[in-house]
């Protein structure tokens, strides 16, 4: 079992990665935030499950430095493949870097970032205790005042109504629908929440700037995750 991985889910996405799933724009819900935080040319950030690496262009193309962290190897010639055949000429080559189960801390220098994103991920570790080493490294990683965005599944997500609650606020399910197009075993785990005091609670060591949620709900998928706008106030 991975420090800061989940066994199935990390099976799950090794899995589709062999049946070339992929995305090929960044995330609307993220396009439109990176708009709104006002970083500097040149910051220093962390996309912490870079994953497709396409929200991670997105934000090299804006002219940052960017990091990119994810757990398959395969990610990393993905995302430079897709720089290269795009011709992208950027200011700064992302640095991309793999995740192991043996990995205990996360392969940064204290007060490292300007700014951490962490889309649609964090929740995948499917245990409280992971998160919040996670969150401890993504405190000291991250410099005074850093801003960070996180994205959290809620009750209202479609794997809280369908999938197998599991205790812990965890939940599992095998959430194929007509977007992911993966065939065979696509299992994940997911941690949950609940409610503002839930939030409070879980991300008690940053300031908490906003709670904002996105929603979606089309072929068969049935999304509602908080947006959560973070300060590390050291």
Known sequence: MGY??????VKAYKHAFKKNYDHSYPNENIVRISEAIKLRPG????????SFGENLIHFAKKGHK???LDNHKILEKKTLKKIKERNLKLKFEPELKTLTKKDKKLPYKNNTFDFIL???NVYL????EKIFKLLKEFKRVAKKNAEIVITMMSQKNWV????KYLGNNCYELDPQSKLN??????????????SKSH??????DFKINEIGHFDNSYLGVHGHHYVLFLKNTK
């Open 4 to 9: 800061f991985t989940d066994d199935i889910t």
């Open 43 to 50: 910051s220093k950030c962390l996309d912490f499950g870079y």
């Open 66 to 68: 960017m990091f990119g």
């Open 118 to 120: 962490a889309n649609q």
């Open 125 to 128: 570790l499917a245990s409280e």
């Open 160 to 163: 809280a109504r369908d999938g």
């Open 181 to 194: 197009r993966v065939k065979g075993n696509f299992l994940h785990r997911y941690y949950i929440l609940n």
């Open 199 to 204: 939030i409070e609670y879980l991300f008690r």
